[in-house]
């Protein structure tokens, strides 16, 4: 089995989404739609 090495990337956030994580959130995920079901595991009420 092959090691696949996961990036970790950062969303910088505005908003009232600042006071939940500050204004810059770390996560580790291969593309745009990792993240945004990272941030839904998060917060729930997270949309698109």
Do not use: Q, W
């Not at 950062?10 to 600042?18: A, D, K, S, Y």
């Not at 204004?23 to 580790?28: L, S």
């Amino acid at each position: 089995m092959a090691f696949i090495d996961v990036p970790i990337r950062t969303v910088r956030l505005h908003g009232p989404l600042i006071s939940r994580f500050g204004k810059e959130f770390k996560y580790k995920a291969r593309d745009a739609r990792h993240a945004v079901n990272a941030m839904r595991c998060l917060l729930p009420d997270f949309e698109k």
